[in-house]
């Protein structure tokens, strides 16, 4: 063999080793991206179409978003794994550093949710996993080496909910531009100027370290029209919505590929196994979050007849306020519009949004109570057809009920559940009813012991994503999730043994 074709297959295994290494894969990254910006557009930004320059990511044009993230993606891949990196460390800094500017704008814009949680979901970005996330895999054998590689799709579209605006925006960043990929965004209409405003100044930082401007954008008044026209542009390769049925079923009708992060209505089920305190602790703390807007939060809680009253003995012992029948009549009406059913059917409960994600106080006058202040949840005995139960209500209050054994509770959460395959929780030391409620549910989360976050690495192990793909199967999303698995193979050869 000559030497030259022995220095080109060290090359080209140094350059296989280097990619395998998680550790190594920055480092191994080409060094396009610079430090600082400095490509010489006189701030017009390289090569792009100058119509879609100096918006930082803010458009009013579904179309020009979709054009400007297309453009972004093409630099971006010229600045490799480094300038993904090093977008990633600008937007977890960002989203810390303005955590508390940031929070409170998105309070003032959808009026859903707590302050001091709004602020949280920004700073725990940083525990959204990014670059690291993607090993190539690899074999080798009599016939030669295969590289498998995780490698991006292009621009993806995507929808973001009402209940964490900045968040999900910010957590999805993350995960699709350490993929690889560029994201247009249509957001929620009641959450979209808070986005806006993360979205061009995380534009303005990208553009200042990497010259890269874009990489993110935003429509900036979403409707269903713009919704149909990022979905329809061919530089958008694949969706991501996060948001309830209906979004879920207009992603899937588009003929794209959807990723999609969907509703959840999550049951928790409680034993005579279980410590009560730990149980009622850890129910206060996941239903409370943000005033009970996570899709993971604990929604309603069935519990064995025999420890029921001592489980909401723990839940008053530790702040939660319980409701008496009259009080939890007065706080139904208000918080539902039932239409009954006509010729004997069922009746429907629609949820009231003014009172989704509001203060428990607010709750507590429609239900004709005083409670101290700081209480952080509202709870009540209710039956298993409850309104309460069956709607996903998103409002800090939960109901209980109470089932005789684990067969009723397992079937009473499954009815809950409603299908949705998002999360279900549980609350025992007996291992049988541990397989058997995760069995049946078969949720995409499933926590033991613990409050909901505790199934997002918030108190449990774990990786956080403000999108759980649930219908489409996914699951917590991350970096891989938004990627194509490209296959590359020597045949006979590059081995090294
Ligand atoms: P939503 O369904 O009202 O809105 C979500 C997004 O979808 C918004 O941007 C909205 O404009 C858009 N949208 C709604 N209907 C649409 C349609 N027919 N066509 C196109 N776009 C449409 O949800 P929300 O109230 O903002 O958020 C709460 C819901 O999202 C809950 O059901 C919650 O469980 C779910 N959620 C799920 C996850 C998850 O990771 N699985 C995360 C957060 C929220």
């Given at each position: 063999m000559s030497s030259l074709n022995e220095n080109l297959i060290r090359d080209v295994v140094t350059e296989v080793l280097s990619r395998l290494s998680g550790a190594t894969i920055a480092a191994a990254a080409p060094a396009a991206a610079p430090a600082k910006h400095d490509c010489g557009c006189g701030g017009k930004g390289a090569n792009g179409t100058p119509g879609l320059r100096g918006k930082y990511g803010v458009f009013s044009d579904a179309n020009e978003a979709c054009a400007a993230a297309h453009e972004a993606y093409l630099q971006l891949q010229k600045g490799g794994i480094a300038a993904r990196a090093k977008i990633v460390e600008i937007v977890k800094n960002m989203a810390d550093a303005n955590s508390e500017a940031w929070g409170r704008l998105e309070l003032e814009e959808t009026k859903i949710g707590r302050l001091d949680h709004k602020i949280e979901k920004l700073k725990i970005i940083r525990l959204v996993p990014g670059v690291e996330w993607l090993r190539p895999d690899a074999r080798s054998g009599d016939h030669g080496i295969m590289l498998e590689e995780y490698t991006p799709f292009g621009v993806v579209g995507a929808v973001t909910p009402s209940t964490h605006s900045i968040p999900t925006l910010s957590g999805n960043i993350v995960n699709i531009i350490a993929a690889g990929n560029a994201v247009v965004f249509n957001p929620h209409p009641s959450a979209a100027r808070c986005a806006a405003v993360a979205v061009r100044a995380y534009n303005e930082a990208i553009f200042r370290e990497t010259g890269i401007e874009n990489v993110a954008t935003i429509i900036e008044r979403p409707s269903m029209d713009s919704f149909a026209a990022m979905c329809k542009h061919e530089a958008v390769r694949i969706l991501l919505v996060t948001g309830g049925p209906g979004v879920v079923k207009a992603a899937m009708l588009t003929g794209k590929r959807a990723i999609c992060a969907g509703p959840g209505n999550p049951p928790v089920y409680v034993d005579d196994t279980a410590c009560l305190k730990r149980a009622a602790k850890a129910i206060i703390q996941g239903a409370s979050y943000?005033?009970?807007?996570?899709?993971?939060?604990?929604?309603e809680v069935f519990s064995l007849d025999k420890i029921t009253d001592g489980l909401m003995a723990q839940m008053e012992l530790n702040g939660a306020v319980r409701l008496n029948s009259s009080q939890l009549d007065a706080l139904t009406k208000a918080a539902f519009t039932i239409t009954p059913g006509q010729g004997g059917g069922c009746s429907h409960a629609a949820v009231n949004k003014d009172f989704i994600g509001k203060d428990p106080s607010v709750l507590a006058k429609a239900a004709g109570i005083n409670i101290p202040a700081g209480t952080q949840l509202l709870f009540a005995e209710t039956d298993a057809q409850h309104p309460f139960v069956v709607e996903e209500q998103m409002m800090p209050f939960l109901p209980i009920t109470r089932v005789r054994n684990l067969e009723e509770g397992v079937a009473r959460s499954l009815e809950a559940e409603h299908g949705y395959k998002h999360t279900s929780i549980i609350h025992s030391n007996d291992l049988d009813a541990l397989t058997t409620m995760g069995r049946a549910l078969d949720t995409t989360l499933y926590i033991k012991n613990g409050p909901c976050m505790a199934g997002l690495g918030l108190g449990g192990e774990g990786y956080l994503s403000f999108s759980i793909a649930t219908p489409t199967g996914e699951g917590v999303s991350n970096p891989r999730t938004f990627t194509r698995v490209r296959r590359c193979v020597m045949v006979d050869n590059l081995r090294i043994y």
């Open positions: 943000d005033n009970n807007l996570l899709c993971i939060g604990e929604k």
